[in-house]
C-alpha cells in the first residue's frame, strides 16, 4: 500500500471540504432541518413509546443521513473527477488501484465523521442523556459506517462516466436508502417486500447500531430491530466486500 | 537501445481500428514527434503507452519495460501531459504539486525543493497560491509540464501541447519545451496536429487513420515533396530562364512572371544565381518544403485544423455551470 498517496488523496479532499463553505453548511443544516422541522412535527402525532420520544428515534437515524449525505457525496465526486480530467493524474501514476479506493473512502470517512460529530453535539436538546462511553461508541460507529457508504459510493460511481447521473444517483439511490433504513420508521413495522430490501442497505444496520448506543434501553416498536454484533459484523463484512468490487472496478482497461 | 519500443501495435474499440498495426523506435534524449489528423489515433497510442489501455496486440516498451505488464514500472519512467489538463482548479499551483510529488513518493526531505524548483521553472513561483482557475490556459499547460517532471522521469509525452493556446503562448511553449531534454535528462514524445510545430522534432511520425505513413528527421521527410524553389525576378525572364538551365543545369521555367526552380539546397544555389545573371536580378525569393506539404503529398488531403479546444472550454463551462446549479 502506498501510505504517501492515500494521505495526499485524503488531504486534497479534506482540504477542498474546508474551503467550500457552502457545503459544510447545508452538510449541517440539512439534519437540523429533518430533526426540528419534520421530527418536532412527527412528535405531535407520535406519542412516546417505551420511554423514547419520537424525536429521540430519529436521532439515530438523522445521523445516519448525515453520514450517508455527506460519504455519497465524497465518492460520487469521483465522478466530477473524471469528467474534469484530474481521475487521470491519479490513474497514470504509480499507485495501486486498491490504495485510490481506500484513499478515497477514508477521504469520506474523515469528512462524515466530523459531520457526524456536530450534529451529535445537539444530543442534550433533545432531552437525551449520553455518557462518555456512549459518545465514544456513536462515533466509532459513525467512523464505520462513513466508510462503508463511502465505500458503496465509491462502487457506484465507478460505474457512472458523467454527473448527469448524479440526480439518478440522488432520487434512486440515496433517498430510497434513507427511507428504507429504519431512520424515519422501524423495519419491523415495514411491509414484507420494503423490509426485505431495508436488510440489504447498508445503513439499516448503522442506524441500528446507533439506536442500541444512543437508546439502550427503548422498548416496543422504537427499539433496534437487529443484535448490535450483527449489525457491526454486517457493517464491516460489506466495507471488504465495496473495497473489494471497487478496487476491481478501478482496475478494468479499455 | 532505444528508450520507446513499438512493435505493431493494435488497438480496436468495437468495430473502429483506432491504431493500426504501428511499429517505431525513439531514441533517448531526442524529442519525437507524433503527427496526424484528429482521429489519427495519437492519444490512443499514448494511453497504451502509459499502460491506461491495454492493446488489442503487438506490444509496447518503455525503458525495457513491458506498456501490459510491467505498468507499475513503466508509470515511473514516464509523465504526461494530457490532451485535456488534468489539473485540480480548485488547488492552488502549488496544491497541485505537492499532491502529484506524494503521489510519486518522492522523498520528505526533497519534495517542497523540488516542487519549488519546478515553479520557477516555469515562471510561477510568484503565483503558486493562486487556484489554477485563475491561470491562463499557457500557465495552465506549463504548470502540467513542470508537474510531469517533478518525479524525474525518463520520458516526458505531451498530448497535443499547444491546443487552444494563442500564438505567442504556443511560441513561448515550444521555446520552453525544446530546452527540456538537456535541462531535465530527458525524451520527449509529443503528438501535434499542427504540422509546423514538428519541425523541432529529431525524428517524425506521420500517422493517419492508425497508419504510420512515413517517418524520419523533418529534413528526410520533405524530401519526400522535393527540394525548394526558388522564385526569381529579372529584367528579361526569358533570357536568363536559358542561361539559368546552361550553366547550373537545374529545371527551371517561367510562370506568373516569375522563374520558378526546383533544386535540392536552395540556399547554396541562390549566391551562383546572382553571380551568373548579375544586375538583371531584380528578386529572390527562396521557399522551402513545409511537412505540411509533406502530408499532403502523401494524403493527398490537407491537415484539418479544427477548433478543438475551443469547444473544449465552453463544454467545460457549460459542465461547471450545470454542476454549480444542480
Ligand atoms: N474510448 C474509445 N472508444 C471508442 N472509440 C474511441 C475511443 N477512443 C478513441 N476512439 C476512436 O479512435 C480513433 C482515434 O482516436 P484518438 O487516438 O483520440 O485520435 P487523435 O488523438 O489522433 O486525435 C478515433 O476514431 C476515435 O473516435
Ligand atoms: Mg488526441
Known amino acids: 500500500m502506498e501510505f504517501n498517496a492515500i494521505y495526499v488523496i485524503v488531504a486534497r479532499e479534506f482540504k477542498k471540504f474546508v474551503r467550500e463553505k457552502s457545503r459544510l453548511i447545508s452538510a449541517i443544516a440539512r439534519p437540523l432541518v429533518w430533526l426540528f422541522l419534520v421530527g418536532a412535527g412527527m412528535s405531535r402525532l407520535v406519542a412516546p413509546v417505551g420511554g423514547v420520544s419520537y424525536m429521540q428515534f430519529i436521532f439515530p437515524g438523522i445521523l445516519g443521513m448525515t453520514i450517508l449525505f455527506s460519504s455519497m457525496f465524497s465518492s460520487i465526486s469521483i465522478i466530477w473527477d473524471k469528467e474534469f480530467g484530474f481521475m487521470k493524474e491519479i490513474l497514470v501514476a504509480p499507485v495501486s488501484r486498491f490504495s485510490i479506493v481506500i484513499g478515497k473512502a477514508l477521504s469520506g470517512t474523515i469528512i462524515s465523521t466530523i459531520q457526524a460529530v456536530i450534529v451529535l453535539a445537539l444530543f442534550p436538546f433533545l432531552g437525551l442523556k449520553l455518557g462518555i462511553l456512549n459518545i465514544i461508541g456513536v462515533i466509532l460507529i459513525c467512523t464505520t459506517v462513513s466508510f462503508s457508504i463511502s465505500a458503496f459510493g465509491i462502487v457506484l460511481a465507478t460505474f457512472y462516466e458523467s454527473y448527469e447521473s448524479f440526480s439518478v444517483i440522488m432520487n434512486f439511490i440515496i433517498m430510497p436508502m434513507f427511507f428504507l433504513s429504519g431512520a424515519m420508521y422501524p423495519v419491523k413495522l415495514l411491509p414484507e417486500i420494503l423490509k426485505f430490501v431495508a436488510k440489504l442497505n447498508p445503513l439499516t444496520y448503522g442506524v441500528d447500531a446507533l439506536k442500541h448506543v444512543i437508546s439502550p434501553l427503548a422498548t416496543g416498536p422504537m427499539s433496534p430491530d437487529f443484535n448490535v454484533f450483527v449489525d457491526i459484523g454486517v457493517i464491516i463484512a460489506m466495507s471488504v466486500v465495496f473495497v473489494l468490487i471497487g478496487g476491481k472496478a478501478f482496475e478494468r482497461k479499455g | ?326
Open chain 2, 1 to 326: 537501445m532505444p528508450i520507446i519500443k513499438v512493435e505493431n501495435l493494435i488497438k480496436k474499440f468495437g468495430n473502429v481500428t483506432a491504431v493500426n498495426d504501428v511499429s517505431f523506435n525513439v531514441e533517448e534524449g531526442t524529442i519525437f514527434g507524433f503527427l496526424g489528423p484528429n482521429g489519427a489515433g495519437k492519444t490512443t497510442t499514448i494511453n497504451i503507452l502509459c499502460a491506461l489501455l491495454s492493446p488489442t496486440s503487438g506490444r509496447a516498451f518503455i525503458d525495457g519495460h513491458d506498456c501490459a505488464k510491467e505498468s507499475a514500472l513503466v508509470r515511473k519512467s514516464i509523465g504526461i501531459v494530457f490532451q485535456d489538463t488534468t489539473l485540480d482548479k480548485d488547488l492552488t499551483a502549488e496544491e497541485n504539486l505537492i499532491f502529484h510529488a506524494y503521489l510519486y513518493n518522492v522523498e520528505k526531505s526533497e519534495r517542497q525543493k523540488r516542487v519549488d524548483d519546478a515553479l520557477k521553472f516555469v515562471d510561477l513561483f510568484s503565483r503558486k497560491d493562486d487556484l489554477v482557475k485563475k491561470f491562463s490556459g499557457g500557465m495552465k499547460r506549463k504548470l502540467e509540464v513542470a508537474r510531469g517532471l517533478i518525479h524525474r522521469p525518463k520520458v516526458l509525452f505531451l498530448d497535443e501541447p499547444t491546443l487552444g493556446l494563442d500564438p505567442q503562448s504556443r511560441t513561448n511553449l515550444w521555446e520552453f519545451i525544446i530546452e527540456l531534454p538537456k535541462k531535465h535528462n530527458v525524451t520527449i514524445f509529443m503528438t501535434t496536429h499542427y504540422m509546423e510545430e514538428a519541425e523541432v522534432c529529431n525524428d517524425i511520425a506521420i500517422i493517419d487513420n492508425g497508419k504510420i505513413i512515413a517517418s524520419g528527421s523533418p529534413a528526410e521527410l520533405k524530401k519526400i515533396v522535393g527540394g525548394d524553389v526558388i522564385y526569381l525576378k529579372t529584367k528579361d525572364n526569358l533570357k536568363a530562364v536559358d542561361e539559368v538551365k546552361k550553366v547550373l543545369n537545374v529545371d527551371a521555367s517561367v510562370k506568373d512572371g516569375e522563374i520558378f526552380i526546383s533544386t535540392i539546397k536552395g540556399d547554396a544555389c541562390i549566391p551562383e544565381l546572382i553571380r551568373t545573371l548579375g544586375d538583371s536580378v531584380l528578386s529572390v525569393r527562396l521557399q522551402r518544403p513545409t511537412l505540411n506539404d509533406v502530408f499532403l503529398k502523401l494524403t493527398g488531403k490537407e491537415i484539418r485544423e479544427e477548433g478543438g479546444s475551443g469547444s473544449d472550454t465552453i463544454k467545460e463551462d457549460v459542465r461547471a455551470y450545470r454542476r454549480r446549479h444542480s
